[in-house]
């Protein structure tokens, strides 16, 4: 038996690679380096799904074929903000995909791609207090999610760094939340189905939900000079470092240093990613000492942190943005799991007691 599936290959895909000891992400044939900040998120999700989702934006129009669904989600969405007020954003976001029937015309892969995104938008624009803000049919998905999100418009650096941030993020291989996707695929239970079991398992701090504490780490830290009696401090309590290892790299997670590039190419963020960088120096040396031979390096979650923060998305939310972005990944694996027409059944070990056997 492997214990968390270590190792095991449970489907084939077209879609994306990761290389764990190489350092590699490969999405449908491009280092995702040569893909992130680079090219629109629109356009990356038509490489994504072309031949494998039925109604892929067309290639040329696609920005028009999500926004024009943003509209949509958000008519049927902004109603229900009332009833989630009260939820922290990646729940509201997991509530508002829900309602979504399996026969609604948003049912759709565009529809889903749009409404993760307004929902995850609406979801965090709500908890800071902010009144909901209607999509804008003219815009990308990255620039009118930062526009719904913050209720003011992003200039062309912090438009150009989130959409890096999507591309970057859009898929990731077997992860836990796709695998999870996949496995309510199996079953043909449909499309939103698949979504809110998808949101629900990247909602965990070991998987989606790392950026937050990240940060609370940073505050907590303070200064370099703090970081590595804080650091040690934390490892003697058994906890685990935010933003640190990887099931499957053991190297560096190439996205990380793709979203430190963005970071830098916002303004007045120096400061911040000196504290990082020195703190991610600390924290590599220790987890090296304390944890011997397990090859922790840094991963995508330590500076997706830096970089949502510096764009002033409240760190409640990063966790519902993370789910805008991996929508496409989702919907594209759920497609694929569809057409191979096999339900997903492991078997377990059987180690508890056996029946008392008839005298
Ligand atoms: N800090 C301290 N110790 C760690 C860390 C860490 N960040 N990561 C792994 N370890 C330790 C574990 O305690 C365990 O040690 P033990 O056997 O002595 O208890 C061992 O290393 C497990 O190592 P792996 O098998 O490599 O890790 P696993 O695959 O079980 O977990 C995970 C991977 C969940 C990402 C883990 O590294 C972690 O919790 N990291 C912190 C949370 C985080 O950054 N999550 C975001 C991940 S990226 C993403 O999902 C988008």
Known sequence: MKNGLDEVVAAETVLSHVDGEGGRLIVRGHDIETLAGKAAYEDVVTLLWSGVVGDAPAPGAPCTDVAAARVRAFERLAPLVPFVAHLTPIEATRFLIGVIGDSEPLAKPSGMLATVGVAAALATRISEGGAPVPPDL???????????????????AEVAALEAYLVTIIDHGLNASTFTARVVASTA??????????????KGPFHGGAPGPVLDMLDAIGTEDAADAWL?????????????GHRIYRVRDPRADVLKAAVRTLRGRANRIALAEGVERHALALLARRKAGRRL?????????????????????FTALFAAGRAAGWIAHVREQETSGRIIRPQSRYVGPMPASAA
Do not use: Q, W
């Not at 239970?189 to 990247?202: C, K, M, Q, R």
């Not at 040690?232 to 640190?244: H, K, N, S, T």
């Open 138 to 156: 003219a815009r990308g998905h990255a620039d009118d999610l930062l526009r719904m999100i913050r209720g003011r418009d992003g200039d062309a």
């Open 189 to 202: 239970a449909g499309l939103p189905s698949a979504l809110v079991a998808a949101v629900s398992a990247l």
């Open 232 to 244: 040690a401090g934390a490892l003697d309590r058994g906890e685990r470092l935010m933003g640190f």
């Open 297 to 317: 390096d840094v991963n995508v979650e330590f500076y997706t942190a830096l970089l949502l923060e510096a764009l002033g998305i409240p760190r409640a939310g």
